[in-house]
């Protein structure tokens, strides 16, 4: 059963520029929190994300949830400068009401809206729409609406371990260097041809054809520097799904609640096109070029007098400004997972 609906909020210029302020609610802790299955849902989604009409989504959502006589607010987002702030509304609603906020849409979004719910204590529901859906995956959560709903309906809570970078939150990776621009060029492939893994892959193929200027940087570890080098790209994973399927060998270090950091000595564009196949073949941590460990604060300092670095969070793309301080975030997140462990398999 539908709550009020949502009143409209002014358009923010770059709504995560900074870590927004959490909102002022005091619910219980997260962690130690018993589902009743009365809780309301504020489900913040972005109208933009995904392969699924959202129109067909929004009814799915509306006619599952009435059915099990929840209640619930949907909030719909159509301009993501609004995400932020429709996600701290539904924070606000969440904690007064001790029900939970609910993402819906891609990587990009459930990241947005994680870092407004991370420390607040109030439980965080996703349905995902993504095209790769890492971070659904690995908790057992279906990009098929319908079972992601079955799945929210009777759900447990879970406390999973979030990276950040400069103080922002992220859900599956954090990158700089060529891996952003490779996410840039498959978001306007996308737009033209579709969302699929095969115009992802084309898109990569493409941009590896063109030269590309290599990060010469400073890498600190744990506070302490440690090597300077010339690298194309430094990726920074937080998914030990991603991880696996690429065939890096830290996996375990997601579970010991590190951060894994991966990056190569190789620059020329045929090495390049070697540690795609190696990548897609699972085979990427055999590469004699690629480096990787895992850690809990890695700080990367640019060597050349660059104030601002271009990142992608989550297939995002944004510029933050030097140095790079990635960490694993002190806060859980306190997520809604399947009650059913059989189904919390991975795909």
């Not at 993504?130 to 995956?137: A, K, V």
């Not at 950040?164 to 978001?187: I, K």
């Not at 579709?194 to 992802?200: D, E, F, N, P, Q």
């Not at 601002?308 to 306190?334: S, Y």
Request: proline content about 6%.
């Amino acid at each position: 059963m539908p709550l009020s609906p949502m009143e409209n909020h002014p358009s923010m210029s770059n709504p995560r520029s900074e870590h927004p302020p959490m909102a002022e609610v005091t619910p219980p802790s997260g962690a130690h929190r018993t589902l009743t299955g009365k809780e309301p849902f504020f489900l913040v989604m972005n109208n933009g994300s995904g392969s699924r009409d959202a129109r067909q989504t929004r009814d799915t959502i509306e006619q599952t949830l009435s059915r099990a006589g929840r209640r619930f607010e949907l909030m719909p987002v159509d301009d993501g400068s609004q995400l932020i702030a429709t996600a701290r509304r539904a924070l606000k609603l969440a904690g007064e009401q001790g029900g939970i906020v609910v993402a819906v849409g891609g990587d990009g979004t459930l990241s947005a809206v994680s870092e407004v719910v991370l420390g607040s204590g109030v439980p965080l529901g996703i349905l995902p729409q993504g095209t790769f859906n890492y971070f659904g995956r690995t908790y057992g959560i279906s990009q098929d609406t319908d079972a992601a709903l079955a799945c929210l309906l009777d759900a447990v809570i879970q406390p999973v371990d979030v990276g950040m970078l400069n103080g922002r939150t992220f859900l599956v990776n954090a990158s700089l260097g060529l891996y952003p621009q490779l996410l840039e060029d498959r978001e306007a492939y996308k737009q033209r041809y579709g969302r699929s893994r095969l115009v992802a892959l084309w898109s990569a193929i493409v941009t590896l054809m063109h030269a590309h200027r290599s990060l010469h940087v400073q890498i600190d570890l744990e506070g302490q520097p440690r090597r300077h080098m010339y690298t194309p790209t430094i990726v920074v994973g937080n998914n030990a799904l991603q991880l696996e399927q690429l065939g890096v060998r830290q996996v375990e270090e997601i579970e010991r609640h590190h951060l894994v950091a991966m990056t190569s000595r190789s620059r020329g564009t045929l090495a390049l096109y070697g540690l795609l196949l190696r990548g897609l073949l699972r085979r990427l941590g055999d590469a004699e070029n690629v480096i990787s460990f895992g850690f809990d604060t890695m700080t990367v300092h640019p060597r050349r007098a660059r104030k601002r670095m271009k990142v992608a969070m989550d297939g995002e793309i944004c510029w933050m400004d030097a140095p790079l301080t990635f960490r694993v975030a002190p806060d859980k997140l306190h997520l809604l997972v399947p009650r059913d462990p059989a189904r919390r398999e991975r795909e």
